[in-house]
């Protein structure tokens, strides 16, 4: 089971470009690296997911450097409606168990 | 496009008495979960389900049961609640492929229990 670790609370301003950094040492050969977003009073919906190098989708990117100990998530020019807490989750986390770390707060500023 | 849907979204019980939160998905997904959120806190897992008919623990399953009759359904049951099950319920599915695992989850049930 790949434990995270990621920063506890982050904050940013509207336009910047926010990188939110997941460190998962014991990442498994076949484990994927998937990133989730949580709305106050609401739940967490898939953001972006990848495996190596570079991903990117319409939402963020994701950095995979070559030992896939470390992810980052990058959000560009953020708005205040970015303002979430961001869950890094690694692999299907010990089989079925699908476990959840304490996730980044991202405080967006006008 | 219903996704997974939970009901009821809030409850208040009093301690002691029991209830059944039911989650329903309409995307085939073989795996469910139940997750409690409390306040400012990530997510914990309570039961999940690998397919129908199989149920497994997860973090904290103490004080609550799972069921998974049908592959759409998810019952988590509160037999008797406590103050501490005071929390926000997050059910979930997902499909895999391969060891790639995305998960879609509800909107929530707020339950307090008094």
């Known amino acids: 089971l790949a434990k995270t670790t990621q920063p506890i609370s982050m904050d940013s301003y509207e336009g910047q470009e926010v990188n939110i950094t997941c460190s998962h040492n014991n990442i498994a050969t076949n484990d994927y690296i998937t990133w989730y977003q949580q709305f106050p009073s609401q739940g967490p919906r898939f953001i972006i997911q990848g495996y190596k190098t570079k991903v990117t989708n319409e939402v963020a990117s994701l950095f995979i450097p070559a030992d896939r100990k470390s992810s980052t998530l990058s959000l560009p020019r953020v708005s205040l409606s970015d303002t979430a807490v961001y869950y890094c989750l690694v692999g299907g986390a010990g089989g079925f168990k699908t476990i959840f770390g304490a996730g980044t707060r991202l405080f967006v500023k006008a | 496009n219903a996704g997974v849907t939970q009901t009821p979204k809030f409850r208040v019980l009093k301690t002691g008495q029991s209830m059944t939160l039911l989650c329903a998905q309409d995307m085939n997904h073989e795996y469910m979960y139940w997750y409690r959120q409390d306040p400012g806190m990530g997510l914990r897992l309570i039961h999940y389900?690998?397919?129908?008919?199989?149920?497994a623990k997860g973090e904290v399953p103490d004080g609550y049961n799972v069921s998974r009759l049908k592959k759409q359904n998810f019952l988590l049951g509160l037999e008797s609640a406590a103050p501490s099950q005071t929390s926000v319920y997050f059910c979930?599915?997902?499909?895999?492929?391969?060891?790639?695992?995305?998960?879609?989850f509800g909107e929530g049930s707020w339950l307090t229990v008094v």
């Open positions: 389900s690998v397919g129908e008919g199989t149920t």
């Open positions: 979930a599915s997902s499909y895999r492929v391969g060891s790639r695992n995305t998960i879609y």
